[in-house]
């Protein structure tokens, strides 16, 4: 079973950039589609970008599109999130999930596997 471990968040003033890690231990890595989600304070658990397993195809909300940018290397089992142009409603813990599905989903019950989160502070 993977097991992942996000990297990178912090505290970053508005319009600059991050770029969160999520390394994977464990096997097949690249079996996996795998995601990013956020959950800011109050709110509920969003999708923000996926990945297919091979790094063909991805998708994210409508949200961050144009601003951030997911990618994988299945060579280093790690998947990233560059995230530019960052502004204050992207505050939150960041999550990393792995899906057992076949398929890129947006749907989080679709994904089985979940890092710890790290945290994106937004500063103005």
């Known amino acids: 079973q993977v097991q992942l471990v996000e990297s990178g968040g912090g505290l970053v003033q508005a319009g600059g950039s991050l770029r969160l890690a999520c390394a994977a231990s464990?096997?097949?890595?690249?079996?996996?589609?795998m995601g990013w989600f956020r959950q800011a304070p109050g709110k509920e658990r969003e999708f923000v970008a996926g990945?297919?397993?091979?790094?063909?195809?991805?998708n994210y909300t409508d949200d961050v599109k144009g601003r951030f940018t997911i990618s994988r290397d299945n060579a280093k089992n790690t998947v990233y999130l560059q995230m530019n142009s960052l502004k204050l409603e992207d505050t939150a813990v960041y999550y990393c999930?792995?899906?057992?599905?076949?398929?890129?989903?947006?749907?989080?019950?679709?994904?089985?596997?979940w890092g710890q989160g790290t945290q994106v502070t937004v500063s103005s």
């Open positions: 999930a792995a899906s057992s599905g076949r398929y890129l989903s947006s749907r989080f019950y679709e994904y089985d596997i």
């Open positions: 464990g096997r097949a890595f690249s079996s996996y589609p």
């Open positions: 990945i297919t397993r091979g790094g063909l195809s991805t």
